[in-house]
T-cell receptor
C-alpha cells in the first residue's frame, strides 16, 4: 500500500545546481501536484497536473519545471537552485482536485 | 478571491483540555471544507471534511461543523492527548474554481503538555 512516494527525502544542493525530485503514486489518480512548505507560510502550490500530458502553474512556479508523461509519475525539476528554494517539498495526488488529497512524506531540500 | 484564515499558533494546552482551532473562509458558491493534520516529520493527511452547509465532519475525536452563516469551520476536540500534538491546516475547495484548487490556511501548531 505505497500511496504517494517521494525521493529523495533529504538533499543538499549548491547554488546553481539542478536536480529532480521524483514522485510516484499507485492509486491511479489523475490529479497530482507539488507544494512547498515554508515556516509561517503554509502550503504553496508550485505546479499541478490534471492528467497525463497536462500540466499547469500554481502560485509559485518560477524556477521549477514539471512533466507528466504517465499517470503514475510527476517529477519536479529545479533548473538552477537558489537559496530561496530551501524548503520542504510535498507531492500530492487525488482522484480529482475536489476530493481527498494524499501526500507524500516530503523532501527536505537545502540550497547553500 | 477565495481565502482561508486560521488562528495563529502555537496553541499550547494541557492533556485532557478542550480544544478549539478557529477557521474562517471566504469563497464564492458552496465550497467543500477540510482539516488536514501534519505530525512531526510527516506529510499531511486528511483529518475530516464537510461538503455542504451544516454537515459535521468527525474523526479520531475531532469534529468540525460547516457553518455557512458565519463562514466558519472550527476544529474541536473534547479532551486532547499528547499524541494530538501536530500542525493543523484548514483548507477549502471551491466548485467555482475551474481546477478545484485547494486554498490553504497557514496552519496552526498545537502543543499538548502532559
Amino acid at each position: 500500500n505505497a500511496g504517494v512516494t517521494q525521493t529523495p527525502k533529504f538533499q543538499v544542493l549548491k547554488t546553481g545546481q539542478s536536480m529532480t525530485l521524483q514522485c510516484a503514486q499507485d492509486m491511479n489518480h489523475e490529479y497530482m501536484s507539488w507544494y512547498r512548505q515554508d515556516p509561517g507560510m503554509g502550503l504553496r502550490l508550485i505546479h499541478y497536473s490534471v492528467g497525463a500530458g497536462i500540466t499547469d502553474q500554481g502560485e509559485v512556479p518560477n524556477g521549477y519545471n514539471v512533466s507528466r508523461s504517465t499517470t503514475e509519475d510527476f517529477p519536479l525539476r529545479l533548473l538552477s537552485a537558489a537559496p530561496s528554494q530551501t524548503s520542504v517539498y510535498f507531492c500530492a495526488s487525488s482522484y480529482d482536485p475536489g476530493n481527498t488529497i494524499y501526500f507524500g512524506e516530503g523532501s527536505w531540500l537545502t540550497v547553500v | 478571491g477565495n481565502s482561508v484564515t486560521q488562528m495563529e499558533g502555537p496553541v499550547t494546552l494541557s492533556e485532557e483540555a478542550f480544544l478549539t482551532i478557529n477557521c474562517t473562509y471566504t469563497a464564492t458558491g458552496y465550497p467543500s471544507l477540510f482539516w488536514y493534520v501534519q505530525y512531526p516529520g510527516e506529510g499531511l493527511q486528511l483529518l475530516l471534511k464537510a461538503t455542504k452547509a451544516d454537515d459535521k465532519g468527525s474523526n479520531k475525536g475531532f469534529e468540525a461543523t460547516y457553518r455557512k452563516e458565519t463562514t466558519s469551520f472550527h476544529l474541536e476536540k473534547g479532551s486532547v492527548q499528547v499524541s494530538d500534538s501536530a500542525v493543523y491546516f484548514c483548507a477549502l475547495s471551491s466548485p467555482m474554481d475551474s481546477n478545484y484548487q485547494l486554498i490553504w490556511g497557514a496552519g496552526t501548531k498545537l502543543i499538548i503538555k502532559p
